[in-house]
């Protein structure tokens, strides 16, 4: 495992565009980054080898000519394959102008792109930044401009769906929010003024998943992100995502992983 890395210690914090890392990863089987409401965005490019990403309860997939966006606030996690391992470039941004240029090209979703043909972008944003010297602000508006002719060839990469319409966002956020406790189709119902069964096809026609299946999933997420990265007793954790009984959390836990709860803590490394 190796990486060249160039870090941007003393940065100002006001500037809307800001590098924190940025540099090429040589990656092992032992490569392994996890965040927890990640404080910073991550963009990647795939030179070679194939990996895996946990982003938000998604599993993903990225491999030679790829491109992953992690953004900031998710809960990810992603790893090198040991038999055919990453070479990948990358940069960990933050600041306000990342996130707004990432919406309104509508980055991030889905995590992963494939074929994009930017890797001379990738090159040129971290041979900039490495040949930054102390003019680090000029340096950060030079990269901003790279960032923004990448996203636009991620636009135009991208799969385009059609747009979801406002009640199905709804009836997401409202499953989203009910992560740590419980909400039935009647409640979803009558949030967007429907009827239970056209609620339902709704949501499963947009998602592809029912509202039962998909609130279930969300649970299971956050569960392994808090097995992973806390030290929260299993049964705090089943009260913290609505289960009373913390035996019934582990037998809903082990039918979807195939392990229980402490099992599954058991094999992962806290980071």
Known sequence: M??????????????????????ISYCDGSYRISRM????????????GTGSILCDGESFTASSGDVYILRKGTCHTYSSDA??????????????LVELLLDQYEIGNPVVLHRCPVEPLFREFIQTAFTSG????????QCALLFHRILTVLYDTK?????????????RQALDKAVSGSISISQ??????RSPDYTTKLFKKTFHITPYAYLLQQKLAAAQN????????????ARQLGYDDAHYFSNVFKAQFGVSPRAYRQSKTFL
């Not at 190796?2 to 540099?23: A, C, K, N, S, V």
């Not at 038999?83 to 306000?96: E, T, V």
């Not at 808090?226 to 954790?237: A, D, F, G, H």
Request: no cysteine; net charge negative; hydrophobic share 40%.
């Open 83 to 96: 038999k055919d391992p990453w070479i990948k470039l990358f940069f960990n941004l933050d600041g306000s």
């Open 226 to 237: 808090l097995l992973q990265n806390t030290t929260l007793p299993v049964q705090e954790i």
């Open 2 to 23: 190796y990486e060249d890395l160039q870090y941007f210690p003393g940065m100002d914090p006001t500037l809307p565009f800001r590098i924190l890392l940025t540099g």
């Open 134 to 141: 102390s003019d680090t602000r000029r340096t950060f508006h």
């Open 188 to 193: 979803l119902a009558r949030a967007i003024g």
């Open 159 to 171: 799969p385009h769906t059609p747009a979801i319409s406002s009640e199905a966002v709804i009836l």
């Open 37 to 48: 409401k990640s404080p910073l965005t991550v963009l990647e490019y795939v030179v070679k």
